[in-house]
C-alpha cells in the first residue's frame, strides 16, 4: 500500500512516478516490507534505503540489482541521502532520529506508523490514509460499530502471509485510498483510485 500512496502522491505533484525519487527511514524490516521494497524500486527512479542497519538491507541491495539491474541505495548518512528526495517514507524512525535528517523542502514524508511533528519538516507531512473497500468485506461485523475502515480492514486482514496473497486479497476486496491527509486531517488529495 505504500507503493499506492507514492503513485497518489504522484498524480497530485502532476508527475510520473518513474520520475520520483523516495526514500524508506527504517530500521527493522520482515519479509512483507522487503516485498514492498522490491515493489517500490521497480516502480520510482531512485531508492534509498537510510538505516542503522546496512548489513540488514544488503539482501533487498544485491537482489534488486542481480534480478532487476535495479541499483538500490543503502546508507545511514542522514544529512546528505535526502536532500534530493520527492517523498520521504518513514517506516520506524522515532522524531530524534527524525531531527538527525536534512530533508528537501518540497518533500513529502509519509508517517506510516505514527504521527510526527518534527521541526525541520518543511513539506507536507502525511500522517492519514483514508480506504473504502466492497460492502461484503466487513459483512460479518456489526454495522452500527463507530470503528474507522482503515483499522476495521487492517484488523480483518492482518496475518501472517506472504505480501503476493495479501495484495491479491486488497484487489479483490475491491480496496481503494479515497485520501491522504497531513496534519489536522488537511486533505492533500481526493480523488477516488485503487489500489492494487
Given at each position: 500500500m505504500i507503493?499506492?500512496?507514492?503513485?497518489?502522491?504522484?498524480?497530485?505533484?502532476?508527475k510520473d512516478v518513474q520520475m520520483l525519487s523516495a526514500a524508506l527511514l527504517i530500521q527493522k524490516a520482515d519479509d512483507i516490507i522487503f516485498?514492498?521494497?522490491?515493489?517500490?524500486?521497480?516502480?520510482?527512479?531512485?531508492?534509498?534505503?537510510i538505516t542503522d542497519n546496512i548489513n540488514k538491507?544488503?539482501?533487498?541491495?544485491?537482489?534488486?540489482?542481480?534480478?532487476?539491474?535495479?541499483?538500490?541505495?543503502?546508507?545511514?548518512?542522514?544529512?546528505k541521502s535526502l536532500k534530493d528526495v520527492d517523498i520521504v517514507v518513514n517506516l520506524d524512525?522515532?522524531?530524534?532520529?527524525?531531527?538527525e535528517c536534512k530533508f528537501n523542502p518540497l518533500a513529502t514524508i509519509i508517517s506510516v506508523n505514527e504521527k510526527i511533528e518534527p521541526s525541520n519538516i518543511?513539506?507536507?507531512?502525511?500522517?492519514?490514509?483514508?480506504?473504502?473497500?466492497?460492502e461484503d468485506v466487513a459483512k460479518d461485523v456489526i454495522d452500527n460499530l463507530n470503528v474507522d475502515n482503515n483499522v476495521l480492514y487492517e484488523s480483518l486482514i492482518y496475518k501472517?502471509?506472504?505480501?503476493?496473497?495479501?495484495?491479491n486479497q486488497i484487489e479483490l476486496d475491491g480496496v481503494r485510498l479515497t485520501g491522504l491527509f497531513a496534519g489536522n486531517n488537511k486533505l492533500i488529495l481526493d480523488k477516488q483510485k485503487n489500489m492494487a
Open positions: 507503493l499506492d500512496a507514492i503513485k497518489y502522491i504522484s498524480e497530485l505533484s502532476h516485498a514492498e521494497i522490491m515493489e517500490i524500486a521497480q516502480n520510482v527512479k531512485v531508492l534509498k534505503i538491507f544488503s539482501y533487498a541491495e544485491r537482489k534488486l540489482y542481480k534480478n532487476y539491474g535495479i541499483g538500490l541505495q543503502v546508507t545511514s548518512n542522514r544529512k524512525f522515532n522524531e530524534q532520529k527524525l531531527k518543511k513539506g507536507n507531512i502525511v500522517d492519514y490514509y483514508q480506504i473504502e473497500y466492497n501472517k502471509d506472504t505480501f503476493s496473497h495479501i495484495k
